[in-house]
């Protein structure tokens, strides 16, 4: 089934109008609503109540890019940033509505350093989102 597989989506950034390429990790943007319980007298059952959305932040991740990762340290906290996560079929052709994230850009995280790994040197930046939406 196409876009049940972690590999099948492409996630691009694109910072103030500057499209910053395909990302290989995203995680986060989950929405989440207010709720509260409301209990009537009398007895009455309970009914629940919703409230206001609120999106978690986004983190992505790619391959440390030096030249990148020099050009995003002086937006942290005011860079306006879209994160388009697109699902992708077996053949990796793009089918169905992205997902759409859109915030400031909150921190922006360097590679780890360790003289005993060869692990790959990876960067993230973290997005606080304001809105979430399926493209139609």
């Known amino acids: 089934m196409p876009g049940t597989a972690k590999d099948r989506y492409r996630v691009t950034v694109v910072i103030n109008g500057k499209a910053l390429g395909v990302w290989d990790k995203q995680t986060g943007g989950d929405s989440t609503g207010a709720t509260s319980v409301y209990r009537p007298g009398g007895m009455a059952e309970p009914r629940a109540r919703g409230g206001a959305k609120s999106v978690e932040p986004v983190t992505v991740t790619k391959l440390y890019d030096h030249a990148t990762y020099s050009t995003l340290i ?12 697109q699902p992708l079929d077996v053949d990796g052709i793009a089918f169905g509505a992205p997902i759409v994230y859109k915030g400031v850009l909150a921190k922006v995280m360097a590679p780890e350093v360790d003289s005993d790994s060869s692990d790959n040197a990876e960067m993230s930046i973290e997005v606080t989102s304001a809105t979430i939406t399926v493209a139609a």
């Open 74 to 85: 002086p937006l942290t906290g005011k860079g306006d940033v879209v994160v388009t996560k």
